[in-house]
């Protein structure tokens, strides 16, 4: 197990937009974390209200919003026009490329969310979108299967060997995952605190594993979790 703490991460304050990096990102820059496996970005945002991006291109990227609190508009030029809130999950294939722009939804409270890049399996696809729902009761001391390769249990589809789960554990209770041969996990505390290996994370923690074992996670206290499924490359 490697462990990435929350102050390791890259950090850029704006003003209206208060972000984290996990990997290099922007003006942040480091040689030895530019992805983990097809893991390209994991941005924690703060954004203020009614603040925002406005429309950009992406291509050639997967790239999935997970909001913890607020609410998030977002436009594209594929003609979709969403709020993304709480328990939302978006995915945007950006493939041979996507415009589009996120705003806080809110003109008094901010909006704290992740946005994640994943390297996709093709280049030049056609670009598309989803947005799905997903509640705590399917979150909650158990794994939410949010993304994967071919949209099992109703999961969003993503375009690569990889798959993206949630859960909410609530204080004290356990939950446990099967690492496989050949494939590495990372995961992401997003919020509270839980141990592995007798070693405590916090919100803004992650821990790396690329061995065949089961990962065993405790909450400390209430906690919500992201866990990525990837292939060793």
């Not at 203020?48 to 291509?59: I, L, N, V, Y």
């Not at 041979?96 to 696809?125: C, M, V, Y």
């Not at 839980?194 to 061995?211: E, P, T, V």
Request: overall charge negative; proline content about 3%; some cysteine.
């Amino acid at each position: 197990m490697q462990i990435r703490t929350s102050e390791q991460r890259g950090h850029a304050n704006h003003g209206w937009l208060d972000s984290y990096h996990s990997f290099s990102f922007a003006d942040y820059y480091d040689q030895n974390w530019m992805n983990y496996s097809v893991l390209r970005v994991i941005n924690e945002d703060v954004i203020a209200p009614a603040m925002g991006f406005g429309m950009h291109s992406h291509d050639n990227m997967e790239i999935i919003t997970y909001v913890l609190q607020g609410n998030l508009a977002h436009k594209d030029s594929l003609g979709n026009t969403e709020v993304i809130r709480q328990g939302h999950v978006q995915r945007m294939t950006a493939g041979t490329g996507i415009r589009h722009s996120e705003f806080n939804a809110s003109d008094s409270e901010p909006i704290h969310l992740l946005q994640i890049w994943i390297l996709p399996n093709l280049r030049g696809l056609p670009p598309s979108y989803e947005d799905k729902f997903f509640t705590d009761a399917q979150k909650l001391n158990q794994w939410c299967l949010l993304a994967s390769e071919n949209g099992a249990n109703g999961s969003m589809l993503i375009h690569q060997d990889m798959r993206l789960y949630a859960a909410q554990l609530s204080e004290r209770n356990q939950i446990e995952y099967v690492l496989r041969d050949n494939r590495c996990v990372y995961l992401q505390v997003a919020s509270g605190s839980i141990a592995i290996n007798q070693k405590q994370l916090s919100a803004g923690d992650a821990a790396m594993f690329d061995a065949t074992q089961t990962i065993t996670l405790n909450a400390v206290n209430n906690a919500e979790i992201l866990l990525f499924d990837l292939p060793k490359v």
